[in-house]
Structures are given as structure tokens and as C-alpha cells.
């Protein structure tokens, strides 16, 4: 079984300041982690993904996170938070399977970025 | 370029009414995924499609949830004799498929409203 948590329903930084949203996960094998964005009334949008590789990756929007795996974290951050990075933001995990790779999602992180 | 789109966007039902939701994957995207969003709540995983295969259904909460995919392509999630606890948002995702490539895409969504 594959989980995630987000222990975070909601994270509030002014405009300016770094912005973090946390996630861990629990997965059996090597995971493949995802963050995704949500505005209202929209679809999920793609940010970054981690596959391989470097621990830090670098996504849309200036977004980058780091995979931990002693930690089993890969926390969102960026560097200064702009008022329209306001939404909602979800982690999943899943393991690469001949059956497909189905999803698993946190909660989500309500970022709300003050002027 | 054209991406995930879904029909409708909102829909309210009567219980115990039959319903149908179209999603049009990216051209070419082999992986089709259909996901539900109750209020509040991460996406949970439905069901998934290789091209016309659906290899997992496991994430269907019972037997009145049905999908479909048959020439690939267009997909069609139907719940018959809908209850309450169906109100949902109902996302569906495709992927290309390709190694390396598991990041899925997003529709907006149909809104699902049972009363």
C-alpha cells in the first residue's frame, strides 16, 4: 500500500517570502513523487516530478523540491512566494507498475500568499 | 495545444438516476485515468485504461460504477442509480505512456451533484 501526508491543511507567507509545503510518504519500493496545483474550479495542474536522479528538482513557477529518502520527505519550496501561488497544492506518489501508475494523493496544503 | 477535456462540467442528478461522463484525453496518450475529488479531499483513484484495456478497476467503490474506453480514446464513466455519497468532483487524467513520461494531465473536472 502507498500513502502520503501533508501534515499541513494550510500555509500562510507573505508575498516575498520563502514558501514551504511538506509532504512524506510511505511506499513499498522506490517511489515516484509528483506535485500538483490547484486553482478553483480548474484541474490539477503538473509542477514537477522526482523519477531519478538529483534529489533536487526544479518545476514550473520557480517550484523546486528536495527528495529525502531517509526521511521519506519531498517537501515543496520556493524561494519568494508571489500572491498568485495562492492555491491548493497535492502531493502523490506511485510505483511505476505494468498495471499502470495510479495516483496516491495527500490531503492537499491551502497556500495563502498575503501581499 | 489542446488538453484534457471533460462534459459536462456540472451536473446535478436525482437519486437514484443514471449519469455519464465523458472525458477526451490528449490525442495520442495511451493511459487514461479516472479519479474522484470529494470536498475537501485529495483525488482518489477510480480506474485506469492502456488504450482500450481497462487493466485496473480497483478504486471503484461498487458495482454501479462502470468505464469505459472501447476505441481508445474518448472515455465514458457512468454510476448508475447515483446516491448522495457520489457528489463529487470526477477527474480524469491521460499520460502519453512512454517511459520516463508518468506525469499525468489533468481536466477540469465534472462536478457531480446528487440530491
Known amino acids: 500500500a502507498q500513502s502520503v501526508a501533508q501534515p499541513e491543511d494550510q500555509v500562510n507567507v507573505a508575498e516575498g517570502n520563502p514558501l514551504t509545503v511538506k509532504c512524506t510518504y510511505s511506499?513499498?519500493?522506490?517511489?515516484?513523487l509528483f506535485w500538483y496545483v490547484q486553482y478553483p474550479n480548474r484541474g490539477l495542474q503538473f509542477l514537477l516530478k522526482?523519477?531519478?536522479?538529483?534529489?533536487l528538482v526544479k518545476g514550473s513557477y520557480g517550484f523546486e523540491a528536495e527528495f529525502n529518502k531517509s526521511q521519506t520527505s519531498f517537501h515543496l519550496k520556493k524561494p519568494s512566494a508571489l500572491v498568485s501561488d495562492s492555491a491548493l497544492y497535492f502531493c502523490?506518489?506511485?510505483?511505476?507498475?505494468?498495471?499502470?501508475?495510479?495516483?496516491?494523493f495527500g490531503g492537499g496544503t491551502r497556500v495563502l500568499v498575503k501581499p | 495545444g489542446a488538453g484534457v477535456s471533460q462534459s459536462p462540467r456540472y451536473k446535478v442528478a436525482k437519486r437514484g438516476q443514471d449519469v455519464a461522463l465523458r472525458c477526451d484525453p490528449i490525442?495520442?496518450?495511451?493511459?487514461l485515468f479516472w479519479y474522484q475529488q470529494a470536498l475537501g479531499q485529495g483525488p482518489e483513484f477510480l480506474t485506469y485504461?492502456?488504450?482500450?484495456?481497462?487493466?485496473?478497476k480497483s478504486g471503484l467503490p461498487s458495482d454501479r460504477f462502470f468505464a469505459e474506453r472501447p476505441e481508445g480514446s474518448v472515455s465514458t464513466l457512468k454510476i448508475q442509480r447515483t446516491q448522495q455519497e457520489d457528489s463529487a468532483v470526477y477527474l480524469c487524467?491521460?499520460?502519453?505512456?512512454?517511459?520516463?513520461?508518468?506525469?499525468?494531465?489533468f481536466g477540469p473536472g465534472t462536478r457531480l451533484t446528487v440530491t
Open positions: 490525442s495520442g496518450h495511451v493511459s
Open positions: 502523490a506518489v506511485t510505483l511505476i507498475k505494468a498495471a499502470g501508475n495510479k495516483l496516491t
Open positions: 522526482y523519477i531519478t536522479g538529483d534529489n
Open positions: 487524467a491521460s499520460s502519453p505512456g512512454l517511459a520516463h513520461s508518468y506525469e499525468q494531465y
Open positions: 511506499v513499498s519500493g522506490n517511489p515516484y
Open positions: 485504461f492502456q488504450n482500450e484495456a481497462q487493466l485496473d
